[in-house]
T-cell receptor
């Protein structure tokens, strides 16, 4: 079975500082990896995804993530955060089988402090 | 209009009542999903459908049922609501595996 761990439930960071949100997954088969963002009172929005190829993927709003197969990690980073980045961030895994079943992590709440 | 529309946005219902949450999409996607979100647990899959005649249970389907009325419509029903079904419910669609999901804005359900 697959699982997703997000090591930090809450991350406070000052505005314009860098941030890293950590994600580790467990799977015995190949996976696709995703990061989603949820702003208050909204649904989830896809930030970026890793399917194959280059291990560094860039997404919207200046975010990027790096896939590390040996460490089974997919950490999300941004070099300089803004107040508007305050949101809940979810890491997700999809197993490369015949169906598209996505497993979500518990989420990390990012709070950007002015 | 939103690509994925969920109705109602908020609902308070009493224990034992039947309730239906509705989802419609204009993406033209075949794949549709229902998830529930609880604090600290992330999103958990209730049901998914790959076309009108293909409906499958997710990891937490007990107490729920679904109906795929058309490619664009996927409804979730709670036959007899109970308080631990209080949660935020999301409908999502996808085109092909690996493309990611498009989510609706959610339905906040409270069972009292």
């Amino acid at each position: 079975a697959q699982s997703v761990t997000q090591l930090d439930s809450q991350v406070p960071v000052f505005e314009e500082a860098p941030v890293e949100l950590r994600c580790n997954y467990s799977s015995s088969v190949s996976v696709y990896l995703f990061w989603y963002v949820q702003y208050p009172n909204q649904g989830l929005q896809l930030l970026l995804k890793y399917l194959s190829g280059s291990t560094l993927v860039k997404g919207i709003n200046g975010f990027e993530a790096e896939f590390n197969k040996s460490q089974t990690s997919f950490h999300l980073r941004k070099p300089s955060v803004h107040i508007s980045d305050t949101a809940e961030y979810f890491c997700a895994v999809s197993v490369k089988t015949s169906y598209d079943k996505v497993i979500f992590g518990p989420g990390t709440s990012l709070s950007v402090i002015p | 209009d939103a690509d994925v529309t969920q109705t109602p946005r908020n609902r308070i219902t009493k224990t034992g009542k039947r309730i239906m949450l509705e989802c419609s999409q204009t993406k033209g996607h075949d794949r549709m999903y229902w998830y529930r979100q609880d604090p600290g647990l992330g999103l958990r899959l209730i049901y998914y459908s790959f076309d009108v005649k293909d409906i499958n249970k997710g990891e937490i389907s007990d107490g729920y049922s679904v109906s795929r009325q058309a490619q664009a419509k996927f409804s979730l029903s709670l036959e007899s609501a109970i308080p631990n079904q209080t949660a935020l419910y999301f409908c999502a669609t996808s085109e092909i595996q690996g493309n990611g999901y498009t989510f609706g804005s959610g339905t906040r359900l409270t069972v009292v």
